[in-house]
């Protein structure tokens, strides 16, 4: 059992806040995403205190999870966003963010995206190719307006963690190239609407060792000396997000304050903003995905399914990434089985949990598959005709619907 405040068990029943589990599913149904309004705001408090001793800006990775609440809960506290699109940028603004406290990422902004943000006056364009800067100072021209940029280095550290989630190899897509440095900075003294008033790095997600920012953030701070010898005017280091949390309780993450004890020393005292892009570390742990047993079969080997009406359509990670997330019975069994924990999608990936020893839940009781708060809602698809579950927020013991189940009809709403 992962060591929560928010989701634990009384007297046999799981809460969330101590609000009984089952009686939200009695009330919402299944699927059902349960957000804890307080897990989330305790984790970017701690997150803030961890790295107090700077002068920073956190800005919440909205891809992790964009519920509208979500963001809401965040900026309430003082969290900027960290948007990847012009849709994550809508739902920032929709949820009330101001845009000076809005930064824009993505390796692929198409025009249309990059004069949405200059419209909307976001705080940084993060640029991450010399054609992206191009772009950028054609729409900002068009627009009469000079945009202000962060360039997204490569930094060229491989961080070890799942292959599909490291960004900062010279292997990937991602950020400019060391190499093309000479000419980015040029085209910011030939390229008139451009201002150039960032770094930028981000090297991966789910990031164990300290030591891999610590290379990363040396080679951001051998390009701040290049620029600054050039004469640029650095406001804003940005060195991404990627901090880890605990999935497994035999795989616990480093805590947050082993980043800060390595990077505060190195960043102190360098006369610029960092900003923070921490996504998974603030919602991983905040939301569990309630999800009811349909039925149970063993076959003739012996082996065990719990066939539930959840899916890999509202949790992909255990497909994607191999990635382990603790299964809980609702309800206290004194007995536990070996069981896979499988759902009703029509491929042999669809599961989230294989041979796990769970209580021995009963056909029509309860499952909470937790740490389902980051890359679970924000990945989910129809695939299989499948509906998108509600989500509910729960606050100081009371569930409030944040999102509606999807209908049937809003399935097909788009297609003629
Ligand atoms: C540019 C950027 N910033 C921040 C993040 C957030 O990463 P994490 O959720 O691991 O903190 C991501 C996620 O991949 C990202 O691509």
Known sequence: MLDSHFFSYADGTLCCEGLRLDGVAEQFGTPLYVISRQSLVSQFKAFEAAFAALPHFTCYSVKANFNLSVIRALAAEGCGCDVNSGGELYRALKAGVSPDRIIMAGVGKSEQEIEYALNSGVLLLKAESVSELRAIDRVAGRLGKVASVAIRINPNVTAETHPYITTGDSKEKFGIDEAELGE????????????????????????????????????????????????????????????????????????????????????????????????????????????????????????????????????????????????????????????????????????????RMIDNASEGELLAVLSSGAYAAVMGSNYNGRLRPAEVMVDGGEAKLVRQRESYEQLVQNEI
Not at 196 to 215: C, K, N, R, T
Request: aromatic share 12%; hydrophobic share 40%.
């Open 184 to 355: 980015v900075f040029g085209l910011f003294r030939s390229l008139p609407s451009l201002a150039l008033q960032g770094l930028d790095m981000h090297i991966g997600s789910q990031i164990f060792d300290p030591e891999y920012y610590v290379a990363a953030t040396q080679k951001l701070l051998d390009v701040l000396d290049s620029a600054r010898s050039l004469g640029f005017d650095i406001k804003w280091f940005d060195i991404g997000g990627g901090f880890p949390v605990t999935y497994d309780p035999q795989k616990p993450a480093t805590p947050i304050e082993r980043f800060a004890e390595k990077l505060v020393p190195m960043l102190e005292g360098q006369g610029v903003t960092i900003i923070f892009e921490p996504g998974r570390f603030i919602a991983a742990n905040s939301t569990v995905l309630l999800t009811r047993i349909l039925y149970k079969k063993r076959n003739h080997v012996g082996k065990e399914f719990f066939i539930v009406d959840a899916g890999m359509t509202e949790l992909i990670r255990p497909a994607l990434y191999q990635s382990h997330h603790e299964v809980l019975s609702v309800t206290r069994r004194e007995e536990s089985v070996v069981a896979d924990v499988v759902g009703p999608v029509c491929e042999s990936s669809d599961f989230f949990a294989r041979q």
